[in-house]
């Protein structure tokens, strides 16, 4: 087994995850295995101390590239959308809806911080950002979830 094979098992699940927690379940597994490819492949991986930290980067720059991609996607779909007379479920769509409008850096933190249970110091450490940014991140996510979902 390879070095890159060991240090994708050693963290594959604690990253997907992560990524459940940005991207949702269905697109997860392919961003953390792009971000990992992408990854193993630059140049400098061969001189990174902190790999675990330089993959959940990695995981949270792929989901950002993901989420960009998708939002692209929605709009073609919308603008070539026929109207349709069926109703969808009302199944928390304003909670969906809301989170979905958070950054992807806030979405990271309130994911870590609160399905992980972790501490923002762990946080940071994940992240490879200060703790100073996660409690920014985690501020700014509580005052938008708070005013989207008051209105």
Request: proline share 3%; net charge positive.
């Amino acid at each position: 087994m390879t070095d890159n094979e060991d240090t994708y098992r050693k963290h594959s699940d604690e990253l997907v995850r992560f990524a459940t927690g940005l991207v949702g379940p269905f697109d997860a597994q392919d961003v953390v295995t792009d971000a990992c490819l992408r990854a193993f492949g630059s140049g400098g991986w061969n001189d990174v101390t902190n790999r675990r930290a330089y993959l959940y980067r990695s995981v949270l720059n792929q989901a950002r590239s993901h989420h960009r991609s998708t939002i692209r996607r929605r709009i073609r779909e919308r603008a070539s959308a026929v109207p349709s007379s069926v109703n969808p479920s009302p199944i928390d769509i304003d909670v969906l809806r809301a989170v979905d409008k958070l950054s992807i850096q806030q979405r990271a933190s309130v994911f870590l911080t609160y399905w992980e249970d972790l501490s923002t110091t762990q946080v940071a450490a994940r992240l490879g950002i200060s703790e100073g940014s996660v409690k920014r991140h985690l501020a700014r996510a509580r005052a938008r979830l708070k005013e989207l979902l008051h209105d």
